[in-house]
């Protein structure tokens, strides 16, 4: 953008530009471009002079005035600059231990390792730093030409909420720390200015080295690790994950979540997800979702009162929606009211019941009471929405077995079962509502599944060559190498497996079954 000039500059063939943010000037020559008489402090004075005229006070660089006017080739120069802002850093936290969820997701494609390190159970032990929190640096505002400032973008905060008594935040240190054996459920929630880290805790059994033959049962409310093999004869039974860095042999393991083994299943019978009284069931999810719904069609219908005011009929039938709506919400409260305390998520439990008090307080006041304390709903729906979304990824990942191998034994998820070593699946008994995903031999088994299955190798030409295979009517199965004994039911329609390579099986819309290439 042009500066208007002088007479004086013009007749030396002089043009000022400003950049359009200010922080630039620029001069530049005109092919007739001559000082004549004028020397070189003249020159400054008057360049100089045209510049405060014109607002420009900041950055003016006498060396680059000197060089133009000696330069004659010189054609232009920056001969004032603002001072730009400095931008400064996000508060954020620096996590010390694995936070991440354990997940174990249904694959066809195998990295042993990869399936494994993402199934494991991040733990902090007693003492252990789970975190440090960085604090907010604050960036340097800028200035342009003309004296403006120029703000430095805001930063944003991090905070810390802890919600478990097996937490603690060490301010003077900017740590979190466990006081506990514990597994971390961390959750991130943006706002506006700030970053906010919720902490919760499962709590975490550890037995170092292996169970020995027929020792006492052991039982616990949340995760449990046992780092060696699980010998003849034991009861393994854990609300949570159960995680074992060797091998199961004659023994008996129940996981309200899931099941992760590093080894092989032996003579042994698994369930995962299924354990009755499972904490994640108890929480009535459903109620805690039921409270979002009901909460998020009042509000609708508040909002809608304006428009049917002068309706008296519409009027009265939106007061007695939304009384409707109070009714079935005090009863989904009542079912929360109830949940027991726990060592799992125990603070977050505390915290729901006591926002449903709360709720269940503002639900006695009539639909005027309602409006006034509006602003309270919209705040305790936020925070069970946050809540139901803590507790529904819980409920969600769980029911799923992952090992290296199983012989002999009887295994039953309620999601998927994944076997990743060549060693397979040999005389055992498989049962999921989920999918199947089996890297090796399959042999003398039998496989019930709800979704789909993946086999490496079914039956062989050998003695003990006989599957069965047991899905649904959507299931689609695929078997790299499948031979003749292997038996095949989509719900009733049976199918028997020739010997082939590369195998896709599923039914049409006609109920057939297809065989296609994977």
Not at 326 to 348: D, G, P, Y
Not at 423 to 445: E, H, L, R
Not at 452 to 474: D, T
Request: one cysteine or more; hydrophobic letters at 40%.
């Amino acid at each position: 953008m042009k500066i208007e000039s002088s007479d004086i500059l013009k007749k030396m063939g002089i043009i000022l530009e400003i950049s359009d943010d200010e922080m630039i000037v620029t001069l530049r020559k005109t092919l007739f471009s001559s000082w004549g008489d004028i020397d070189i402090y003249e020159f400054l004075n008057i360049v100089e002079s045209e510049l405060r005229k014109n607002g420009i006070i900041v950055g003016i660089d006498k060396s680059a005035l000197i060089s133009v006017y000696t330069q004659n080739k010189k054609k232009e120069a920056v001969i004032a600059r603002g001072i730009p802002y400095k931008s400064g850093r996000d508060g954020y936290l620096e996590f010390i231990i694995k936070i991440d969820k354990p997940r174990i997701l249904y694959t066809e494609t195998f990295s042993e390792e990869d399936i494994f390190d993402m199934a494991s159970i991040p733990f902090a032990r007693k003492g252990d730093v789970i975190g440090k929190l960085h604090k907010p640096i604050k960036g340097e505002n800028g200035i342009s030409v003309r004296g403006r400032i120029i703000n430095a973008p805001p930063v944003r905060d991090v905070e810390v909420k802890i919600l478990s008594d097996s937490i603690v935040f060490k301010e003077d240190e900017d740590k979190i720390v466990a006081i506990a054996d514990i597994r971390p459920v961390v959750h991130k929630k943006d706002e506006t200015d700030k970053f906010v880290y919720f902490f919760n805790s499962i709590p975490v059994f550890f037995y170092e080295g292996s169970i020995p033959k027929n020792s006492r049962p052991v039982t616990f409310e949340g995760d449990v690790i046992i780092n060696g093999n699980v010998e003849k004869g034991n009861r393994i039974i854990a609300s949570g994950n159960v995680q074992i860095r060797g091998s199961v042999y004659e023994s008996v393991v129940e996981g309200g979540q899931n099941i992760i083994i590093y080894g092989g299943i032996v003579d042994s019978e698994l369930h995962a997800g299924f354990l009755p009284g499972n904490i994640f069931d108890k929480i009535e999810l459903h109620a805690v979702n039921l409270i979002v719904e009901k909460l998020s069609a009042i509000f609708l219908h508040i909002k809608e009162l304006p428009t049917v005011m002068n309706n008296s009929r519409h009027l009265s039938e939106k007061i007695k929606l939304i009384e409707t709506l109070k009714e079935e919400l005090k009863t989904s409260s009542t079912e929360i009211s109830m949940i027991r305390s726990s060592n799992v998520l125990q603070n977050l439990l505390e915290d729901l019941k006591s926002l449903v008090k709360t709720l269940n307080n503002i639900l006695d006041y009539d639909i005027i009471g309602l409006i006034k304390h509006l602003n309270s709903l919209k705040e305790i729906y936020e925070k069970i929405l946050f809540i139901s979304r803590i507790l529904a990824e819980e409920h969600e990942n769980k029911g799923h077995i992952l090992a290296k191998w199983v012989h002999d034994s009887k295994i039953y998820a309620m999601k998927d079962v994944i076997i990743t070593a060549e060693a397979g699946c040999y005389n055992t008994k498989i049962s999921t509502n989920g999918s199947v995903s089996i890297n090796g031999k399959v042999k003398m088994s039998t496989i019930e599944f709800k979704k789909n299955i993946f086999i490496k190798e079914a039956g062989s030409l050998g003695v003990g060559s006989h599957v069965l295979l047991k899905g649904s009517k959507n299931s689609i199965v695929k078997i790299l190498y499948g031979y003749e004994g292997v038996e095949l039911y989509f719900d009733k329609i049976g199918y028997k497996l020739k010997n082939g390579e590369k195998i896709k099986l599923y039914l049409d819309k006609d109920e057939k079954v297809v065989e296609d290439i994977v």
